[in-house]
């Protein structure tokens, strides 16, 4: 049986405490949060032993589970990984580049195993779609979120639109060619709102809009390739796939149309959705990784690639920021109503 530590038991880590102590093949040994509330919240619900001491908790842990604000990871993965230690740990998987690179030498050097919380990989509606060919050549994403203090250290890059980074990159296997973002800081100081456009080298662009001040939720994502649609809805879990239809289909409701090229047979099948947790299949799913030897299916180079393209991304938004405003404040004021010019010195009256 493997033994859990868990790092932070705020609002996600109790969530996968939940998670943690329904999967058979482990045993959760402690867990270890600054916030005495915290602390005192899990001790009363789940019994769980609280840890002062990190090094003592990872010593009598197998996996650590790091669910810490995203400054923190990269040190408690650190000590982890130089413990030899195997690592789950929410995304962003650190919270630079550099953090991001060293995380991958170090779970090289150590042969162990380390997944990101990419948690969407495991959404049912996006895994009823194993079996399916998916090679897109456009893909539109929206992911809206209604305001909610929590998580808003980082930007809507790194809070929201990064799970459909990562799930993009798993699909469309070629490299980045180009990105072109937008994005304006709101209510937070770092974009809560941005419009991203990724061009790869092999023809596909993704368009994603991602908004964490919106007035509904939504997570949809749909994918445009040659004879077929694909939609996916991660919020209400649900698939649809609209294509030409091969001649020995019959499983699927199905029309005729007429086109330049003749009639065409489109068909339209929804999936079997099964039930699913998608935050207990990415932690079962971690446990067998190390139990079989087996890469992870969110593994730490899948991690830093989400991250790259994150930052490119806000590096292209903080540098389309910093242009706008310099010509905000290069640009010539307009005179006033009587035709006199502003007055530079603001103590003096006009």
């Given at each position: 049986m493997l033994k859990v530590g868990v790092f932070g038991v705020g609002h996600l880590g109790k969530y996968h405490l939940n998670n943690w102590i329904e999967i058979p093949e482990v045993q959760v040994v402690g867990f270890f949060d600054p916030s005495n509330d915290n602390a005192k919240d899990v001790e009363e619900k789940y019994g769980i032993p609280r840890f002062m001491d990190e090094e003592a908790l990872m010593a009598a842990s197998d996996i650590i589970d790091v669910i810490t604000p995203t400054h923190l990871h990269f040190p408690v993965c650190e000590m982890a990984i130089k413990m030899g230690k195997h690592v789950f740990?929410?995304?962003?998987?650190?919270?630079?580049?550099?953090?991001?690179?060293?995380?991958?030498e170090m779970v090289k050097e150590a042969n162990v195993k380390l997944q990101v919380g990419h948690v969407e990989r495991f959404n049912p509606a996006y895994t009823?779609?194993?079996?399916?060919?998916?090679?897109?050549?456009?893909?539109?994403?929206?992911?809206?979120a209604q305001f909610n203090p929590r998580g808003t250290e980082v930007s809507v890059i790194f809070d929201l639109m990064i799970h459909?980074?990562?799930?993009?990159?798993?699909?469309?296997?070629?490299?980045?060619?180009?990105?072109?973002?937008?994005?304006?800081?709101?209510?937070?100081?770092?974009?809560?709102?941005?419009?991203?456009?990724?061009?790869?080298?092999?023809?596909?662009?993704?368009?994603?809009?991602?908004?964490?001040?919106?007035?509904?939720?939504?997570?949809?994502?749909?994918?445009?390739?040659?004879?077929?649609?694909?939609?996916?809805?991660?919020?209400d879990k649900t698939t649809e796939i609209i294509k030409l239809k091969a001649p020995d289909e019959d499983d699927s409701f199905s029309f005729d149309i007429e086109t330049h090229q003749?009639?065409?047979?489109?068909?339209?099948?929804?999936?079997?959705?099964?039930?699913?947790?998608?935050?207990?299949?990415?932690?079962?799913?971690?446990?067998?990784?190390i139990m079989h030897d087996e890469t992870p299916v969110v593994s730490e180079i899948d991690g830093y690639l989400a991250m790259e393209v994150a930052h490119k991304i806000l590096e292209k938004i903080?540098?389309?920021?910093?242009?706008?405003?310099?010509?905000?404040?290069?640009?010539?004021?307009p005179p006033k109503e009587d035709g006199s010019e502003y007055a530079l010195n603001f103590d003096e009256e006009d």
């Open positions: 740990v929410e995304k962003p998987m650190a919270n630079t580049i550099e953090e991001g690179k060293a995380i991958v009823s779609l194993k079996a399916a060919s998916l090679n897109p050549l456009f893909i539109e994403v929206h992911r809206l459909d980074i990562d799930i993009i990159l798993s699909i469309v296997k070629s490299d980045v060619k180009n990105i072109s973002a937008s994005g304006v800081a709101v209510l937070t100081d770092t974009p809560d709102i941005a419009n991203v456009r990724i061009e790869f080298n092999n023809g596909c662009v993704a368009n994603l809009t991602s908004s964490r001040i919106s007035m509904k939720k939504m997570r949809k994502f749909r994918l445009f390739q040659k004879d077929a649609y694909i939609g996916i809805d991660f919020l003749g009639k065409k047979t489109i068909s339209i099948s929804t999936p079997i959705i099964e039930e699913g947790n998608a935050i207990k299949a990415e932690l079962t799913s971690f446990v067998h990784s903080n540098k389309s920021t910093s242009v706008l405003r310099q010509a905000e404040e290069e640009a010539p004021k």
